[in-house]
C-alpha cells in the first residue's frame, strides 16, 4: 500500500508541472473580462467598435490569456496599472485575431518605462573603433522573451491611430516575426508557396521604400524608418497596415493584400476611407550606393 501511495505522489509530482498551467489557463478563460477592462480597449483601440462582435470576443479571450501568462514590469519608477496592462495586452492581441496562435509563447515579461529610455548600444566606426553610446529608445524586442516599451507612445499610439504610428503593434510585429526562428522580416508563414509570394511583395516594396528614404520622399505612406532593414520594414508596414490601411492599399496595394493574408483581417472595413488627396508627383529617385543592398530571406 505505501508503495502504491509512494509512486502516485511521484506521478502527481511529474504530471503536475505540465497539468497545473492548463488547469490555470482554463480556469482563467472562464472569466470574462470585467467590463472596465472593455472600456479600457475601447479607448486605446479605436476601432474597437467597428470590429464584429465575434472579434471583439476573440479579443477580449487572448487579451485574458495574455494577462494571465505574461508579466509586467514597471521600469524606472513606474507604477504599472490594470489599465496599462489591458492596453498593452489588447494591442499585442491585436495582431493575433483570426490566426491560430500561442499568444507569444516565447515572451515572458513586458518591461514598461513611463517614457523615452536609453538603450547601451556599440557603435563601429572608422578603423574597427568600438563605442559605447546609449540611444533613445520608444521600445524594443527581445529575443529573450521581453518586450519593452515607452508608455507615453503607447498611450500616443492609442491618441493617434490612424497616424500609423504604433510603437506597440511594432514591437509585438517583432515578436510574430521571431517565430520563424530569425527576425527577419519573414515571419511564419505555412506553405512554401505562401513565403514565395511574400519575398517576390516585400522585396519590392522594400526595395522602393529605400529608394524613397534615400530620396527624402516625404510623401511616403510607410515611414522611412522601415527602410533600416527587411525585419523593421515588416514592422512599420504591420502599424501602416492596422493605422492607415486605405492609404496603404491605395499606394501598396500588393503588400496590403499580403498582410491581410498574414494577419486575416481587412483593417479598411474598421475605418471610413479617407477624403481622397491629391497625388504628388514622384521625385526623381537617385541610385543606392551599391553597398546598401539587402537581401530578402528566401526558401
Not at 21 to 38: E, F, M, T
Not at 215 to 225: E, K, M, N, R, T
Request: hydrophobic share 40%.
Amino acid at each position: 500500500m505505501e508503495a502504491l501511495l509512494s509512486i502516485s505522489l511521484v506521478a502527481l509530482a511529474v504530471a503536475a508541472p505540465f497539468w497545473y498551467p492548463r488547469w490555470s489557463l482554463k480556469r482563467a478563460l472562464s472569466r470574462p473580462l470585467p467590463p472596465d477592462a472593455v472600456q479600457t480597449l475601447r479607448h486605446y483601440i479605436p476601432v474597437y467598435d467597428r470590429m464584429t462582435p465575434a472579434l471583439q470576443q476573440q479579443l477580449q479571450r487572448l487579451v485574458v490569456q495574455f494577462l494571465h501568462q505574461k508579466k509586467f514590469v514597471g521600469c524606472a519608477g513606474l507604477d504599472v496599472t490594470d489599465e496599462m496592462r489591458v492596453a498593452v495586452a489588447g494591442l499585442a492581441c491585436m495582431l493575433l485575431l483570426d490566426r491560430p496562435s500561442k499568444v507569444y509563447r516565447p515572451l515572458r515579461a513586458v518591461l514598461l518605462y513611463p517614457g523615452a529610455f536609453a538603450a547601451p548600444r556599440r557603435d563601429v566606426g572608422p578603423g574597427g573603433i568600438v563605442t559605447d553610446v546609449h540611444q533613445s529608445m520608444l521600445g524594443e524586442s527581445w529575443d529573450d522573451g521581453r518586450v519593452v516599451l515607452s508608455w507615453d507612445d503607447v498611450a500616443r499610439g492609442a491618441r493617434d491611430w490612424s497616424s500609423g504610428h504604433n510603437v506597440a503593434l511594432h514591437e509585438f510585429a517583432h515578436q510574430l516575426d521571431s517565430e520563424s526562428g530569425s527576425t527577419n522580416g519573414a515571419p511564419y508563414l505555412g506553405s512554401p508557396e505562401n513565403y514565395r509570394s511574400w519575398s517576390t511583395v516585400l522585396s519590392r516594396d522594400f526595395a522602393h521604400l529605400r529608394q524613397a528614404a534615400w530620396a527624402g520622399d516625404p510623401h511616403s505612406v510607410l515611414d522611412h524608418y522601415g527602410a533600416t532593414n527587411p525585419a523593421e520594414f515588416f514592422a512599420v508596414a504591420t502599424e501602416t497596415f492596422f493605422g492607415k490601411p486605405w492609404q496603404l492599399r491605395e499606394r501598396h496595394a500588393a503588400l496590403y493584400d499580403e498582410l491581410r493574408k498574414y494577419y486575416r483581417v481587412d483593417p479598411c472595413q474598421w475605418q471610413d476611407a479617407p477624403e481622397p488627396e491629391p497625388v504628388p508627383e514622384a521625385p526623381a529617385m537617385p541610385q543606392l550606393p551599391a553597398n546598401r543592398s539587402f537581401a530578402w530571406a528566401s526558401w
